[in-house]
């Protein structure tokens, strides 16, 4: 079953989209300058470790998977994809 993160109904779109921007920002640069995360940020997190990504291609899968998100929330999506989903959907 494809998962994804559902954001809650009092978060606002933009703020979703601004931290998601800034998280995998963060992760595009090889580092997180903070120690504290929303839980929905955490499952990113956790799925985006399993998914092991090769250290030359990350930070261009990485913006891949931003764009992918950002368009589907522009779109007024609510949920927010895992780079795990997102993957078997763009190999198909």
């Known amino acids: 079953m ?4 559902d954001t809650t109904e009092a978060m606002d779109a933009a703020v979703t989209l601004a931290a998601f921007r ?14 504290s ?10 799925d985006i470790e399993a998914c092991d990504l090769p250290r030359r291609r990350r930070a261009a899968l990485l913006r891949r998977y931003r764009r992918a998100v950002e368009r589907r929330l522009e779109k007024g999506e609510p949920r927010l994809l895992k780079l795990s989903e997102y993957m078997r959907r763009s190999m198909a």
């Open 2 to 5: 494809a998962s994804a993160i």
């Open 37 to 46: 995360f929303q839980p929905w940020e955490m499952e990113l997190l956790l």
């Open 22 to 35: 800034r998280l995998v920002h963060e992760l595009e640069e090889g580092r997180t300058k903070r120690n």
